[in-house]
């Protein structure tokens, strides 16, 4: 049976799949990318882990699968499907707030509970991901995974906290996430699988606020940024800051942090801290943008999403 998609045609068979997709080159020269044939469809992720330990030649998880074609290969041999692997679940557990792998990015946005933690961070980060059409596929583990291109949820992860589950052959373990994109090589290794994501449900009085500056708004980042921050008595007693599209992997910036600690916040130390974050960080020069309008953008994020999380910017209007 044959089904025709965007990308190319895709036959599908028992058990197995030949994928063949190509694309067009920026000269214009037309490129085979995939020629894929296996698909697996795993029912649990001990058997997702299994099936890709198993499998011959280079393998992919797979959750919406919208950023395959970008992030593979050309010599892709295999993909494992997440779809039917039972991690697509939104819970509270034991203090945390825990996204399955395969939570859509839309299924984020409208959680009761995700909005909830740090004014709606999380929200307003999830809604900043492309379009609807791809919120509807691009899954929350796949946005982390996915970090050598500058998405928008792991600054907001990094502000946030959070912890990465992770399975493999010898189990399931944790990962702070901010080890995830520091030292990925010691902590991550391949055919590893990405099982959810825990946050910390803040206690006291926190705010949060993410900030992105692109192109255009559906764009992907040239600058972005997420911040938290912890009230006690008008002065920030904690404030969590990550920046994202500098580098190779979003950060935190813990320079600029200290700056905060202790604080009453104003205008005139949030612009501070925004012109600590330009000097503070190495950014890239792309297609999209150059260093130096990087440096520029990501200090105006970093400001702007600290005056959300302060409040300064419900004070202001």
Known sequence: MNRRSGCGILRVMPMRVRWHTSEV??????????DLSVLHRPTSPEEAVRLF????????????????VPAASSKLDFLVDLSAAGLSGISS????????ATVTISSLARSLEAGGIASGILHTASLSVANH???NLATVAGNVAAWPYPTDLPV??????????????????????????????????????????????????????????????????????????????????????????????????????ALLKDKVPTEKLLADVGRLVETTVEPRTDHRAGADYR????????????????????AQG
Not at 197 to 209: A, F, L, Q
Not at 300 to 310: I, S
């Open 295 to 314: 440096r520029k953008a990501v200090g105006a994020a970093a400001r702007r999403a600290l005056t959300r999380a302060t409040g300064l910017l419900g």
């Open 93 to 100: 557990e034991s203090g945390h707030l825990v996204l399955g």
């Open 25 to 34: 080159d920026r000269v214009g020269r037309f490129r085979a990318m995939f």
């Open 156 to 257: 907001a992860f990094l502000a946030l906290d959070a912890t990465l589950a992770v399975m493999s052959d010898a189990g399931e373990r944790e990962i702070p996430i901010e080890d995830y994109f520091l030292r990925r090589g010691d902590v991550f290794s391949k055919g590893d699988l990405i099982t959810r994501v825990s946050i910390p449900v803040p206690k006291g009085e926190v705010g949060g606020g993410f900030e992105k500056v692109g192109r255009k708004r559906l764009d992907i980042a040239i600058a972005n940024a997420a911040a938290t921050v912890r009230m006690d008595g008008g002065r920030i007693a904690d404030a969590r800051l990550a920046v994202g599209a500098m580098g190779p992997a979003p950060r935190r910036l813990p320079e600029c942090e």
């Open 53 to 68: 330990r198993e499998t011959e030649g280079t393998g992919l998880y797979v959750g919406g699968g919208t950023v395959v």
């Open 133 to 135: 059409t791809v919120r």
